[in-house]
Structures are given as C-alpha cells and as structure tokens.
C-alpha cells in the first residue's frame, strides 16, 4: 500500500482553495494495483472504522468460548 497527501492550492473557478485530498495506491495478491482518492473526511471515517472492526476482532478472540485449550502432554 501506497499513500500521499495532495493539497489541490487553485483551480479555474476558484484563486485559493487548499483543499487536500488522500490518494491511495494497493496491490492485491494477484498484483493487480488499484488507484482511488478520498477527501480527509472519508479517510478519517475510514480509519475510524478500520479501528473499530479491529477492537471488535480483539474482543471475539478473546472470548472464553474461542479459546482453545493447550494440549497436555
């Protein structure tokens, strides 16, 4: 994964706007590479809920009905 901030300074309509965006560059397993841009807003809500997911995942691994029991030996 690939990533870089890019900060858009003007454009025809506007003289000074300074608006970033994030653009994100990942390689899946097949090596096929995928190109996509968020706004911070997405990528703020992005990263709240990739932490989320995680804490979620944390949580069900830790639960005494998954856990398994070492072999005696």
Known sequence: MKWRVDVTIMT???????????LVQMTD????IRTFEMSTSMFHHLRMQIARLIK???ATE??????LDKPKA
């Open 29 to 32: 397993t097949t090596g096929t």
């Open 62 to 67: 830790s639960h005494p009905l998954l856990t």
């Open 12 to 22: 025809s309509s506007m003289n000074r706007l300074f608006k970033p965006s994030i």
């Open 56 to 58: 979620e995942l944390d």
